[in-house]
Structure formats: C-alpha cells, structure tokens
C-alpha cells in the first residue's frame, strides 16, 4: 500500500490481491441495466461500464465468506465530464460548490488524487444510479487490475455518510411553515 500525502491522505493505492473494501474504485465495470422489457418472459438488460467506487460496508466484505453476493457501487466521474454531460447548474461555479458542500443530495466531491497512474482530478460520486455487482464477478474484474486506488478513513465514512443522507431523505407533504 502506497500513501499520498498531498493529496491529504484521501487515498491508498492497494494490489489486485486486496480485499475488497468499501471506497474502493473498480475501473470499466460491467453492470446490466433492465430495459423494461420482457423477451418471450424474459426481462431483457442492456450491459454497460462504469468507473464505479463500492458502497457496501467493508465488515460485509472481507469476512472468510462474504456476507453479500451483490456488492452494491455508484458510478465515478471526473469533475469536467461530469459537468460538461450535465451542464446547466452543475456546470457552473455554484453547482460545483454546492456539491462539493454536500449541498446537492445525489451527488458527493471527492479531492484530486495526486497517485501517479491514477486521474489527478476532482471525482463526483452519482449515487442516483447504483448498481448491484455479483462479489465473485468483482473479485475476477480485480484480480485483472493491476493495482486500484481506495478512498481512506474518514473519508470513506464521509462517502458512506452522504450516501445515507441521500437513501434516507424524506418528503414531507405538508411542511412547517418559515418563520417571518
């Protein structure tokens, strides 16, 4: 495991033979995506791929035999693709600020990366589309990768955190009123 440290120690570079932890990045992840349709009975699913970071709990990861068969994950972008395919709001200086003060539900900042080999660029987490990956599958997709980065404590929890406040968030149908 390497440690970066301008980087204000947000991330680990850790080998293919790792356990899988929560905050930890998969690059190019394959995950289906139902159509809606149904084929002869059949529910049909287009296939895509992902930068994704894993959001399951760690302690449902590493035990001698996984407590989960999908690990669930959120897909990464790079800040400039990420406001460049959104545009409007997200595009402009307050959109980013207002994500990167957790002010916009569904979407979490993580700091530049620094490693060399890895992307040294803001990343938005987009937990509005997660996906469930088969554990075995993401197990063979790691084996593959030569090294992967993984986001560190707090800054982990700080993810885990923002994903729980968006999964949580509540409307009511009828509000306090201000106080004037």
């Known amino acids: 495991m390497t ?12 080998g293919n033979c790792a356990p899988i932890e929560q905050g930890d ?3 190019s992840c394959p995950v289906l995506i139902p159509t809606g349709e149904q084929i002869d009975g059949e529910l ?10 894993v959001l399951s709990q760690s302690c449902d990861l ?12 959120s897909p990464v972008w790079a800040l400039s693709r990420f406001s460049g395919t959104k545009g409007g709001f997200y595009a402009s200086k307050e959109g ?11 979407y979490h900042m ?4 620094g490693i060399p080999c890895f992307d040294d660029e803001f990343l938005v987490v987009d937990f509005h589309n997660v996906y469930g990956v088969s554990f ?23 993810l885990s955190q923002a994903f729980a406040r968006f999964f949580m ?12």
């Open 136 to 158: 075995l599958s993401l197990i063979t997709m790691l084996k593959k990768q030569d090294k992967r980065l993984r986001l560190r404590p707090p800054y982990r929890e700080h």
């Open 96 to 106: 980013k600020e207002a994500i990167r003060r957790g002010n916009a539900p569904g």
């Open 44 to 53: 049909t699913a287009i296939e895509d791929q992902y930068d994704v970071i």
């Open 110 to 113: 993580l700091s530049k990366c």
């Open 62 to 73: 590493v035990a001698q035999k996984p407590k989960i068969e999908l690990v669930l994950v």
């Open 25 to 27: 990045f998969v690059l």
């Open 169 to 180: 968030r509540v409307g009511l149908p009828a509000d306090i009123p201000p106080f004037r």
């Open 3 to 14: 440690e970066h440290q301008e980087s204000g120690n947000w991330y680990l570079e850790v």
